[in-house]
């Protein structure tokens, strides 16, 4: 009874927000709000970040894109100034009016960004985005037990000496993206029946598959707790520190590309701040910290530069063009992501 009590008294104070955000939000303060995945940005960098500007940033982190839309649709986008979606829910954010235009006048550190990451057609002119890190999901394995003639493809995962012995990424797209490449399919596909074909591989996948999830992969191969898995390459990089006997694959069907961006919420309280720290974030010291802490590929040419040879020399860091040759951005699907959701929960009921 006060479960419930408590439940019909947010029910009926949450129109009375929203409407006193609508009149005019909550007035600015001297603070940025980030909602980010976790471990993307390092503690030292926000602290230096509010140390220089005396913005204070409250941030607070997500574990998948549609977790992170969920909410801030559910919240009408007044509880956040930043955000950092993938491309793909950036279209649909965009498509939704949640963002706000950002002033690239008052981002002087636009020009440190690679322009063969910008102006691209889920954003053109970067209207309302700026990259933050982009990556790729790939393959990683375990010399000690897997040979390299072993694992080339996606379609390798069904091999039946694998079986037990993956992790596989609980991120709804990713899994579906490896499901569809791996059955020669497209991985923004919008067809009930392709959709349809990559959820039969997940399912022949399924009991192959000792742990899905995407927070555990580095750990779980660190450990040896499996032998296989689908990865993101800064978690590679960070569990091959770990375990030297990781190795990274970039599947022959394809690789999976994704862009993280900043965005600046419609109803974000704090838009002057969220520009001055967007701006501080592309400064070339920044990014190299951040690639340094995590790993993960950058937009920020700038900040590569700074990096030591033996990084930028990293071929899952700095993919070459002969890595990416047959790498696939992951797209907006639109009111198809419905039925992928359908599959998906399918997918987890399955038996």
């Not at 993956?166 to 029946?193: C, H, Q, W, Y």
């Not at 555990?216 to 375990?243: F, P, R, S």
Request: contains cysteine; hydrophobic residues 40%.
């Amino acid at each position: 009874m006060k479960t419930m009590k408590k439940i019909l008294i947010v029910l009926f104070c949450l129109p009375a927000f929203i409407a006193a955000g609508e009149a005019g939000s909550a007035p600015a303060k001297n603070e940025v709000v980030v909602y980010n995945w976790s471990e993307y940005i390092p503690q030292d960098v926000l602290n230096d970040f509010t140390q220089e500007t005396g913005i204070k940033v409250i941030y607070s982190t997500f574990e998948s894109n549609e977790a992170m839309y969920a909410k801030v649709r559910l919240l009408g986008g007044y509880t956040y100034d930043i955000v950092v979606p993938s491309n793909y829910i950036l279209e649909m954010m965009i498509g939704d009016d949640l963002l706000t235009p950002i002033d690239l006048g008052k981002i002087t550190n636009f020009k440190n960004l690679d322009p063969k990451l910008l102006n691209l057609k889920f954003d053109p002119g970067n209207k309302y985005s700026i990259p933050y890190m982009w990556g790729t999901t790939g393959l990683a394995y375990n010399s000690k037990y897997i040979k390299p003639e072993q694992i080339s493809k996606w379609a390798d995962l069904l091999r039946p000496e694998f079986k037990g012995k993956i992790i596989f990424s609980d991120d709804l797209r990713d899994a579906f993206s490896v499901a569809l490449m791996a059955k020669g399919l497209d991985p923004n596909t919008v067809k009930r029946e392709d959709i349809q074909s990559g959820y039969e591989f997940l399912r022949a996948l399924k009991p192959s598959v000792r742990k899905l999830d995407v927070t555990a992969t580095k750990q779980t191969l660190i450990t040896e707790e499996v032998w296989l898995g689908t990865i993101w390459n800064g978690d590679y990089l960070v569990a091959a520190e770990e375990n030297p006997d990781l190795n990274f694959v970039y599947p022959e069907e394809g690789v999976l590309l994704w862009i993280d961006n900043f965005v600046i919420l419609k109803n974000a309280p704090n838009k002057e701040n969220a520009h001055i720290f967007i701006n501080y974030m592309l400064r070339p010291e920044v990014a190299k910290r951040c690639i340094e802490e995590f790993y993960y590929s950058s937009p920020n040419l700038a900040g590569i530069a700074l990096l030591d040879e033996e990084l930028r020399a990293n071929p899952v860091l700095v993919p070459t063009d002969e890595e990416m040759r047959n790498s696939r951005l992951q797209e907006g699907v639109g009111d198809t992501l419905a039925v992928y959701e359908e599959f998906w929960e399918k997918f987890k009921t399955d038996k």
